[in-house]
């Protein structure tokens, strides 16, 4: 069983920075054998991938966040981040992590952290 938590969330003006985390009980083996990606769901919408690490270290960012976000992972830690820098208020959601299985989410979802971007 694999249990995902993530943190980091709250209130930001616009123009602002966070960064959030997820950290995984699942074992070094699979945790780092494994890409992660973050999702967010805003309010009416449906959930959307933001951006994705590979085990080696590759990343992939959906177009409206590149250039303000970083994914990036430590394996020893068994933990995900995703810096946020430049937010608006478009990026208001809450953000889940999950662990990708064959390029799509594995059905293993954080109970996801809410970032509110509002001055």
């Known amino acids: 069983q694999v249990q995902l938590v993530e943190s980091g969330g709250g209130l930001v003006q616009p123009g602002g920075s966070l960064r959030l985390s997820c950290l995984a009980s699942?074992?070094?083996?699979?945790?780092?054998?494994?890409?992660m990606a973050w999702y967010r769901q805003a309010p009416g919408k449906e959930r959307e991938l933001v951006a994705t690490i590979t085990s080696g270290g590759s990343t992939i960012y959906v177009d409206s966040v590149k250039g303000r976000f970083t994914i990036s992972r430590d394996n020893a830690k068994k933990t995900v981040y995703l810096q946020m820098s430049s937010l608006k208020p478009e990026d208001t959601a809450v953000y889940y992590c999950?662990?990708?299985?064959?390029?799509?989410?594995?059905?293993?979802w954080g109970q996801g952290t809410q970032v509110t971007v509002s001055s």
């Open positions: 999950t662990i990708l299985a064959g390029g799509r989410p594995s059905g293993y």
């Open positions: 699942a074992s070094g083996i699979i945790f780092r054998t494994n890409a």
